[in-house]
């Protein structure tokens, strides 16, 4: 029997909520988060615990078929990938941030500044789009920090509430884009498991409205 490959994150923001919904639409698996593998009991599914930065790639590979993933990292990674459905749930946003005491008077005043981020792919087409020429400097973690050390004039992350940004004496300035996390698929599923995404989708729509 054909069965839908699911990828969700491991360990993470993402991960009790991902796990919850598909819960919540029915789906029975066991509850054991050490395990990169395991099956539902009453749905032809198997889901595996990744990385999220890793799903996007898997999923393109066809080593997944459909992944629940912030759309931040769909948009970071650009692969051939389907939103198939946006699921409501670690919503967030990618920002511009300066020191605090810096003055900004709009966009224009990044023109030759050295930006920090961990999503270089957005941010350079964010500010090709935008007219913008500015220095990029990918770092993977803790980029909030790298104004406060000399690394970067600004920097742009994700942010919720924007305590992090206050905590380290920057403010958020410019909104790159909205997130949160989706459902994505490979665009060239066979029809037995586009059939099964479709039925997938049918149940998180139903928890969605039930939810509202
Ligand atoms: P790692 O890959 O090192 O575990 P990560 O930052 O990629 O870390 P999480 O912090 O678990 O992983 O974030 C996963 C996703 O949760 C993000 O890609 C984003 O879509 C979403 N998210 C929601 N709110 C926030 C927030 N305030 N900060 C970071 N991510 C957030
Ligand atoms: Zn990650």
Redesign the pocket.
């Known amino acids: 029997m054909t069965k839908l490959k699911i990828a969700l994150?491991k360990s993470?923001?993402?991960s009790d909520k991902s796990a919850e919904l598909l819960r919540e639409a029915g789906i029975h698996f066991p509850n054991d988060g050490s395990k990169l593998r395991t099956e539902a009991s009453n749905f032809p599914l198997e889901i595996y615990l990744l990385?999220?930065?890793d799903i996007p790639q898997y999923v393109a590979d066809g080593v997944a078929d459909v992944g629940i993933v912030?759309l931040?990292?769909v948009a970071e990674k650009d692969k051939n990938l389907k939103v198939a459905e946006r699921l409501g749930f670690?919503?967030?946003r990618l920002s511009i941030a300066v020191p605090k005491n810096e003055p900004f008077s709009g966009i224009a005043d990044l023109n030759g500044k050295r930006i920090a981020t961990s999503y270089s792919r957005i941010v350079s087409r964010y500010l090709k789009e935008q007219g913008i020429s500015a220095e990029i400097h990918e770092i993977s973690?803790s980029v909030e920090i790298a104004p406060g050390i000399g690394l970067a004039d600004a920097i742009c992350d994700?942010?919720?509430t924007g305590s992090t940004l206050l905590t380290n004496g920057l403010r958020e300035v410019v909104t790159v884009m909205h997130?949160e996390?989706v459902l994505v698929a490979r665009p060239d599923l066979s029809r037995e498991k586009a059939e099964l995404l479709d039925k997938l989708v049918f149940r998180l729509q139903a928890v969605r409205k039930a939810r509202n």
């Open positions: 994150q993470g923001r993402l990385r999220d930065d912030g931040n990292v670690g919503k967030c973690g994700l942010v919720s997130s996390a």
